[in-house]
C-alpha cells in the first residue's frame, strides 16, 4: 500500500472515506517519522483534514469552466480576449474563421495589426477608454483585414478584465455585419439613384 511504501518518510495523501450514513467525505492525511534519540524511526505522527468542502468547491469550479470551454467553443459569434498590450491571448474557432488565421497564427500579436486603416482610430479610442478604466465595456463597429487581404466589417462588444479592481485584460464578441453593410449601402444606392429620376417610378410587388 501506499504507506507502507513510504518506509517512514514524510508523506501526504488525499482519499476519500464512506461514513456509516453512507456519506463521502474527503482526506487529506500528513504523516510525519518521529525519531528516538538514537534517530531511528519507530513511530509516525500524522494529522487527519477533512477537506470535503475545499474539493467540492475546486469540484464545482472546473465543471463551471468546463460549462464555459463548451460555450465558447461552439459559440457561432467570435470570441477572443487580449491583455493590456492589446494582444490577442485567446481565441474561439468562430473568431479563426472570422479573422481567416489560425490562433496559431493570431495569438501573441496585436489586435491593430489586423485594423483597416479607417478603423484604426476608433479601435485604439476605445481600447483606451477600457485600458485607463473611463469605461468597463463599449460597442463599436470596426472594420479588419484578414491574411488574404479581405476586408470585413465586425460589430464588437467588449468588456473589461478586473483583478481586484485592476484592468488586466479584455475580452470581447465579435459579429461578421459585412453583408448587412453591403446591403443597406445597395438599399441607399438605389434609393438615390430612384430620387434623380425626372419620372415617377411604381414598384409593384
Known sequence: CYLSSRRGAEYEVTYRIVRPN???????????PVPDSTGRIYR?????????????????????????????????YAVYTMDVNGVFTELNPAAEELLGAPASVLLGRSFMEI????????????????????????????????????RRVLSVAATTMRDRGVVEGIHGIARDIT???????????????????PDAVCIER
Open 44 to 76: 509516525m505522527a500524522g494529522i487527519a483534514e477533512d477537506i470535503t468542502e475545499r474539493v467540492l468547491a475546486t469540484q464545482r469550479v472546473e465543471a463551471a469552466e468546463r460549462h464555459y470551454r463548451r460555450l465558447i467553443t461552439t459559440s457561432p
Open 22 to 32: 453512507g456519506e463521502i467525505r474527503w482526506i487529506r492525511d500528513r504523516g510525519f
Open 179 to 197: 453583408q448587412e453593410v453591403e446591403q443597406d449601402q445597395r438599399i441607399r444606392m438605389l434609393a438615390e439613384a430612384l430620387d434623380r429620376l
Open 115 to 150: 485594423i483597416a486603416p479607417e478603423s484604426r482610430d476608433v479601435a485604439a479610442d476605445a481600447f483606451q477608454q477600457m485600458l485607463t478604466g473611463e469605461t468597463d465595456d463599449v460597442s463599436v463597429k470596426i472594420v479588419v483585414l484578414t491574411p488574404a487581404g479581405e
